[in-house]
């Protein structure tokens, strides 16, 4: 009896220790967060000053660009980019470097976590009031909060007097008119 007695003591013993390393071991597998696309985009204006092959010598550039990032845990596919009154246009396929690994490459409309595509940039002579808009959709259900986007390079400015810009006639304001 008290030889069995011992055995049992050890084998539920053995039986504990081993179903508590197993529970230490082996950590529960976490999945990676859905993609999430996000929109981006600007309206610059830069001063060109001569360049190496002195053509097309000083002048403002205006630089419309706009593109998506994937914000998300997970690829994305079938990602296109639209501007509003303009074309659509599918991420190209290109090679991809995450911020630990090794380069990986991406296929026409494919987004990996973190990566980001310029899909428009124009750049044109001179600097006048321009915008561009659009958005951004793919094949996955995502946020759709951020897949919209508009960006311009015009900027309201201040009036240069107190008056908070309202204008008066010289002639009939002030002690001008009791003349």
């Keep these: ?80 980019v639209s501007e509003f009154g303009g074309a659509n246009r599918w991420v190209p396929a290109g090679k991809y470097t995450p911020a630990k690994g090794k380069t990986v490459k991406t296929k026409r409309g494919e987004l990996r976590a973190g990566q980001t595509a310029i899909v428009f940039s124009t750049k044109w002579k001179g600097c006048w009031p321009s915008s561009i808009s659009g958005y951004t959709i793919g094949q996955q259900v995502e946020n759709p909060f951020n897949n919209v986007g508009f960006w311009q390079n015009v900027r309201k400015a201040k009036p240069k007097d107190d008056k908070g810009g309202k204008q008066t006639d010289p002639a009939t304001s002030g002690d001008d008119a009791k003349e």
């Design 1 to 80: 009896m008290k030889k069995t007695l011992k055995r049992a003591a050890v084998a539920v013993a053995a039986a504990g220790t081993l179903g508590a390393g197993s529970m230490v071991a082996a950590p529960q597998a976490q999945a990676a967060g859905p993609g999430d696309l996000q929109i981006i985009g600007g309206v610059n204006c830069t001063f060109k000053a001569w360049g190496p092959n002195w053509s097309d010598g000083p002048q403002w550039q205006m630089h419309r660009w706009m593109g998506v990032k994937n914000v998300g845990g997970s690829t994305m596919t079938g990602v296109t």
